[in-house]
């Protein structure tokens, strides 16, 4: 059902329902994958709830057999237990190059066996994606580090890696959790500074805390890690799926539903919710869920950032709603520097869009017309799932893989919800 390489599934959407009841969301596809990578960090069991149902989670796992470490996974159950009595610092490269996450078993093995040996990951094509600050952290906490076009190897001459004051040179999440992951076992004080605060990345704080870690500051551009000697097992509830939501929220939106998302923290959805009422869209915000409502939409200017900026990873969902509102709406993309890609298959469905470096216009509404796409990242193809809803006719979305990485049961999840939408192909599972 989740086999990232069943390339040849499509969904085929027929626009024109608006999304109307309740859906119960998943834990955080980014959380998920880190606290998994976190279990590197001791021999106890590490019991983790609330696992999404997306591809990256089994080849997550299929990383962490490979390293050694002994993974029971229930995706229908949503758990995950791991235990990595004596794991191992080299994986082969076919699961890691599968999985960009899968470079977040890098600080957690420098710091626990002083040593590790990836290949370097694949993922989403955004991008140059380059790991140069994750490296020059761990460089800078004592280990020599050698990395080519397809592995990399770190090592810490003493067997141990020593804290240290490290100033990132852009609050990068995947940089910040690895050198948080590396610094509990380090020896000594490490000092992260302009870390990310992503709320993914405070859910794996608090578990390495819970595990027996030292760490403050958590939400703060500045981490503070005491290391300790070893962690201890923990059960874990994966965070909610900000993103997820977000998204949920937008397809809503767009197609003038009315749709009550439960399992979401709305404190971490601040920017969002406030550039989708500056739209026009009603929100009521409780304790773990929301109620999105809307009729006619009108422009608003976003502009992604780390959080608590507008999230890059909502930045295609954001434009096919802003297709659909009333006036010219500016777009400017800071966090990865090729995620306009989407915006062509947006243009041949009728958008009319400009795009200038990392500025995006777009000239609101159009008619959008259905259309065969290919959404080449996780969030791209989510946008085109958005775009088939309100679009004239049929869209087929192709490359579904790639959304099947990071939404869970997303087919029956819309379908109850009132969209026309099915998956059709070689692995047809979830129509
Ligand atoms: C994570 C998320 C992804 C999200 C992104 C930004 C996961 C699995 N993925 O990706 O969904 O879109 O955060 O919120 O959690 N960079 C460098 N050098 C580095 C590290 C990063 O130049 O050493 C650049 C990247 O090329 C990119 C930008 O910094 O342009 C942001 O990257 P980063 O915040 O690290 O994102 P990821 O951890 O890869």
Known sequence: MLDPTASTDVFRVRGGNALHGTVTLSGAKNSALKLMAASLLTAEPVELTSVPAIADVPVMADVL????VQVELDLEEGRCRLQATSPSAHAPADAVSRIRASIACLGPLAGRLGR???????????GARAIDMHLRGLEAMGAQVV???????????????NGARITLDFPSVGATENLLMAGVLADGETVIDNAAREPEIQDLARMLIAMGARVHGIGSPTLEIDGVHQLRGVRWRTCPDRIEAGTYAMAAAVTG???VISNVRPGELTLPLMKLRAAGVVIDEHE????VRADGLTAVDVVTLPYPGFPTDLQPQMMVLLSQAVGDARCTENVFESRFSFVDELRRMGAEIEITGHHAVIYGPTRLHGTTL????VRAGAAGVMAGLVAEGETIVRDVHHIDRGYAHLVPRLRSLGADIERLGAAVTDA
């Open 65 to 68: 057999t490979g390293l050694g």
């Open 116 to 126: 590790a040996r990836l290949a370097l990951p694949g993922g989403d094509r955004i």
């Open 147 to 161: 990395a080519s076009d397809e592995e990399v190897t770190v090592q810490a001459p003493s067997g141990r890696l």
């Open 257 to 259: 539903g009315d749709l």
């Open 288 to 291: 773990d869920a929301l109620r």
């Open 374 to 377: 290919s959404g080449l990242d």
